[in-house]
T-cell receptor, first 112, second 113 residues
Framework: DAGVIQSPRHEVTEMGQEVTLRCKPI?????LFWYRQTMMRGLELLIY????????DSGMPEDRFSAKMPNASFSTLKIQPSEPRDSAVYFC??????????FGPGTRLTVL | QKEVEQDPGPLSVPEGAIVSLNCTYS??????FMWYRQYSRKGPELLMY????GNKEDGRFTAQVDKSSKYISLFIRDSQPSDSATYLC?????????????FGQGTILTVHP
């Protein structure tokens, strides 16, 4: 089993640029989660989907952030425009009818 | 105040020591409690999962939940250098919000030979 796949693993961009992070959940999992991890704030849930439908996006920091899940095997998290305070590690996780969430390796984002 | 509080450490212990990691939470609706382990530059992985108050043991690891005091603990016996990682407690209320985990800050643990 390949596990949750995230790309890119590292992203360095300049302030104002659009950033798109991608996630492929584990096959058969019906829930997908996007998290952000920083030293200051720890691991925070941004949004989660159930059966491709966004269920709770209350953790999305502001309108610059958007997430989509067009099908069961793909999701994107987009930041437009990006700001230096968006620098963090972004994790995608998936689960199947349980509370056990399987995390991907993360995308380390640096906004200069 | 955060809903889940966890001392970030860092915590450094010698190999073979018993390690105690703790979290407190404020939301009485939380019913499910988890411990995740995160190695450096990796994603968190589930270590222990408990529902009710009491103890749950898995090898060298014991998870303890005291709902009356809103206190959760993870004990590691005979700690090994391979246990060096960040340990995050997590909880959720279940029901319609079963997927919405709230994490503690994480405790950085180093076990030195």
């Amino acid at each position: 089993d390949a596990g949750v796949i995230q790309s890119p693993r590292h992203e360095v961009t300049e302030m104002g640029q659009e950033v798109t992070l991608r996630c492929k959940p584990i096959s058969g999992h019906n829930s997908l989660f996007w998290y952000r991890q920083t030293m200051m704030r720890g691991l925070e849930l941004l949004i989660y989907f159930n059966n491709n439908v966004p269920i709770d996006d209350s953790g999305m920091p502001e309108d610059r952030f958007s997430a989509k899940m067009p099908n069961a095997s793909f999701s994107t998290l987009k930041i437009q425009p990006s700001e230096p305070r968006d620098s963090a590690v972004y994790f995608c996780a998936s689960s199947s009818h349980t509370d056990t969430q399987y995390f991907g390796p993360g995308t380390r984002l640096t906004v200069l | 105040q955060k809903e889940v509080e966890q001392d970030p450490g860092p915590l450094s212990v010698p190999e073979g020591a018993i390690v105690s990691l703790n979290c407190t939470y404020s939301n009485s609706a939380f019913q499910y409690f988890m411990w995740y382990r995160q190695y450096s530059r990796k994603g968190p992985e589930l270590l222990m999962y408990t529902y009710s108050s009491g103890n749950k043991e898995d090898g060298r690891f014991t998870a303890q939940v005291d709902k009356s005091s809103k206190y959760i603990s993870l004990f590691i016996r005979d700690s090994q250098p391979s246990d060096s990682a960040t340990y995050l407690c997590a909880t959720n209320a279940g029901g319609t919000s079963y997927g919405k985990l709230t994490f503690g800050q994480g405790t950085i643990l180093t076990v030195h030979p």
